[in-house]
């Protein structure tokens, strides 16, 4: 796994966790193919800006963030999505476009959407051709998020 936070983070805290290698995947649908998990068992971050800072959003892979929602549940005035050159720097230990979905790790509070409710959950560990799976009640506890209502759609 590339995430160095991540690996240290899950070792040091004795999450529970599988690493599996795969084929190169650059998409959400590619990881859910190649893993052979439905676009709800995929725990896909986007990270937003809010205001003037960072935050990271957590839908279903087959989800879109809702901004007008997104931006009721973080309570900021101003909400868009993120550049990935504005936040690459943030995850230095990852790949680029591969960020895993714990945002405090990373300075961002986060918030995962009440759809994400799959019983086991597979995830970007920091690069384009390793993921990791975990029980979704592990995955919430690790994360130190909150649970909300930020994707489009019901």
Known sequence: MSAEKLREYLLTHG????????????????????????GKEIAKPVILMADD???????????????????????????????????????????????????HLYGMKTIIDLRLDAPRVTFRGGSHTQTITMGLEDYRNAAHAVVGDVAAGR
């Open 53 to 103: 800072h960072f935050v990271m959003a957590v839908v279903p892979g087959h989800k879109h963030v809702d901004l007008t929602k997104a931006k009721e549940a973080f309570g900021c005035d101003e909400m868009r999505l993120a550049e990935e050159a504005e936040f690459a720097d943030a995850f230095a230990d990852c790949e680029r476009g591969a960020e895993p979905p714990l945002g």
């Open 15 to 38: 999450v529970p966790y599988e690493v599996h290698e795969h084929p190169l995947a650059f998409t959400t649908s590619r990881v859910a193919e190649v893993e052979h998990v439905s």
